[in-house]
């Protein structure tokens, strides 16, 4: 059974910067692509990158140039670091991945944006 864990989330100031990370388990992941996903206030979940087993990444526009996915070597952690965090950011940011086609959710981690 796959088990996403999220952590990293909290509070910071507009401009500042966090790092998620989401520690998965459960299956090999080496050529099993993760991503993050958020759900930002009265919007619906939506992508925010992800990261393939080739290391190819794919970004929202919206976090272009702000955000950078990465994996661990062994392949079972990914990372989300975030900087020029903006209020519009705040959301429960999930961990996700996929297996025969269908998204596994972690529990979400809050990121709240504000000065």
């Known amino acids: 059974q796959v088990r996403l864990v999220e952590s990293g989330g909290g509070l910071v100031q507009p401009g500042g910067s966090l790092r998620l990370s989401c520690e998965a388990s459960?299956?090999?992941?080496?050529?099993?692509?993760l991503g993050w996903y958020r759900q930002t206030p009265g919007n619906e979940r939506e992508m925010v990158a992800n990261?393939?087993?080739?290391?190819?990444?794919n970004y929202a526009d919206f976090v272009k140039g702000r955000f950078t996915i990465s994996r661990n070597r062994a392949m079972n952690t990914v990372y989300l670091q975030m900087n020029s965090l903006k209020p519009e950011d705040t959301g429960v940011y999930y961990c996700?991945?996929?297996?025969?086609?269908?998204?596994?959710w972690g529990q979400g981690t809050q990121v709240t944006v504000s000065s």
């Open positions: 996700t991945t996929w297996v025969a086609g269908v998204p596994q």
């Open positions: 459960g299956r090999s992941f080496s050529s099993t692509a």
């Open positions: 990261i393939v087993g080739g290391g190819i990444t």
